[in-house]
């Protein structure tokens, strides 16, 4: 039978080196700290000092995948760049965090089809927190319109309904009880 070296499950050794900063609130010492976000660097003497920051620091440019060149932000006229971030790939300003504007990548170039319910407002795609894409009226709480299948801004030729819905490769009208299909 061969021996465990204990060394290896020992974080002190192969970890980052943050063992000798004191804590620069209360003078006690750092240790590494687990929660429900991850691993961050927090004082020993909690819950009397609160003292904690991230054990990695964040860069906004890391999550730059691609710049788009000849591109332009249509707020702050830098350029614009594909980046990646919780819900996968999306086109922002490279001017960030100065600039907030982001566009989904999936619906460039498609114009928004008007609401079918309020004629008021525009049918926007929307991510749901699980990840899957719906399309919902800009004028919530006022309009609660959703559609689940991509809309196309064609009325319905049998019961003039405002907007079809793309399925599998095809057209059908999402308004109940018509049948339409293309």
């Avoid at 498609?110 to 407002?121: L, T």
Wanted: aromatic share 8%.
């Amino acid at each position: 039978m061969s021996k465990i070296d204990s060394s290896l499950f020992n974080t002190q050794e192969h970890g980052p080196d943050w063992g000798g900063e004191p804590c620069p609130r209360c003078g006690g010492t750092l240790e590494l700290r687990h929660g429900k976000h991850g691993a961050f660097v927090g004082c020993a003497s909690y819950p009397d000092c609160d003292y904690l920051r991230p054990l990695k620091v964040i860069e906004h440019d890391q999550d730059v995948e691609k710049v788009l060149e000849g591109s332009q932000c249509p707020l702050c006229s830098h350029p614009l760049a594909i980046k990646k971030g919780r819900y996968g790939l999306f086109i922002g300003c490279t001017h960030y965090p100065d600039c907030h504007h982001v566009a989904d990548i999936n619906d460039q170039g498609q114009a928004d089809p008007p609401c079918p319910a309020c004629s008021k407002g525009l049918l926007v795609a929307r991510t749901s927190r699980y990840g899957k894409r719906f399309y919902a009226c800009n004028h919530y709480p006022a309009c609660r319109y959703v559609i689940n299948e991509r809309p196309v801004a064609e009325c319905c030729p049998e019961c003039g309904f405002g907007i079809l819905a793309e399925r599998k490769g095809g057209l059908h009208c999402p308004n109940k009880g018509c049948n339409y299909q293309r």
